[in-house]
């Protein structure tokens, strides 16, 4: 599986945007780049994916290299509810035999009040 | 909608004993996968199934064991517990058509 490589730790200011890198040097055409989080004692939440154009939903934004070897997930206006480890994941096409995820240690986020 | 639903929530076993998890993904939802999170670490596969059939099997010994049933219910089966079994056992249930995959808030299995 294609690596991704995270800060281990971030701090953002509540209200302000945050911005959370992943390098993916190793990418292939055919990976999509996903993005997860983990509240503190609750399972990992889908956040966003895309392939190769800039992705937004009522979550986030995902914006991706033109060379698609690094990605930066954005949330715009951070909350304390946004606490969490944020996990980037490169999955390949989903064909019921492929839903593996493989998560890395992730960014913890902390936001300061 | 109900969302992904693990039992037991918590729970305590010694060494040697077998366990069994169980999973009830979103309705409509036909892919479950299990994954293991040991504290202070990324969740790791375990198995994946598909219309009842293992289309995806992670670096576990052959002492974790998992099925699918007919109403897409799973089961997680951990035989001869080690104390390095204790984590938060995650079933993830999926759609298919989007690849997103929906999480429970998991099993909190201890060993002793």
Redesign the interface.
């Given at each position: 599986d294609a690596k991704t490589t995270q800060p281990n730790s971030m701090e953002s200011n509540e209200e302000e945007p945050v911005h959370l890198p992943c390098n993916h040097s190793t990418i292939s055409g055919t990976d999509?780049i996903?993005w997860?989080r983990q509240l503190p004692?609750?399972?990992?939440?889908?956040v966003i994916?895309g392939l190769t154009s800039n992705v937004n939903n009522r979550m986030a934004s995902l914006a991706i290299a033109e060379d698609r070897k690094s990605s930066t997930l954005i949330l715009h206006r951070a909350t304390l509810r946004d606490a969490a480890?944020y996990?980037c994941i490169l999955?390949g096409?989903?064909?019921?035999?492929?839903?593996?995820?493989?998560?890395?240690?992730?960014t913890r986020l902390t936001i300061i009040p | 909608d109900a969302g992904?639903t693990q039992s037991p929530t918590h729970l305590i076993k010694t060494r040697g004993q077998h366990v069994t998890l169980r999973c009830s993904p979103i309705s409509g939802h036909k892919?479950v996968?299990w994954?293991q999170q040991v504290l202070g670490?990324?969740?790791?596969?375990i198995f994946?199934y598909?219309?009842k059939e293992e289309?995806?099997r992670?670096n576990f010994p052959d002492r974790f064991s998992a099925r699918q049933f007919p109403n897409y219910s799973s089961e997680l089966n951990v035989n001869a517990l080690l104390l390095g079994d204790s984590a938060l056992y995650?079933c993830?249930s999926?759609d298919?058509?989007?690849?997103?995959?929906?999480?429970?808030?998991?099993s909190r299995l201890t060993v002793l």
């Open positions: 999509y996903h997860y004692s609750q399972g990992p939440e889908y994916h480890v996990y999955k096409i989903s064909n019921f035999g492929n839903e593996k995820l493989t998560f890395g240690t992730g | 992904v892919s996968s994954y670490q990324g969740p790791q596969f994946q598909y219309e289309r995806g992670g995650l993830a999926s298919t058509n989007t690849g997103e995959l929906f999480f429970g808030e998991g």
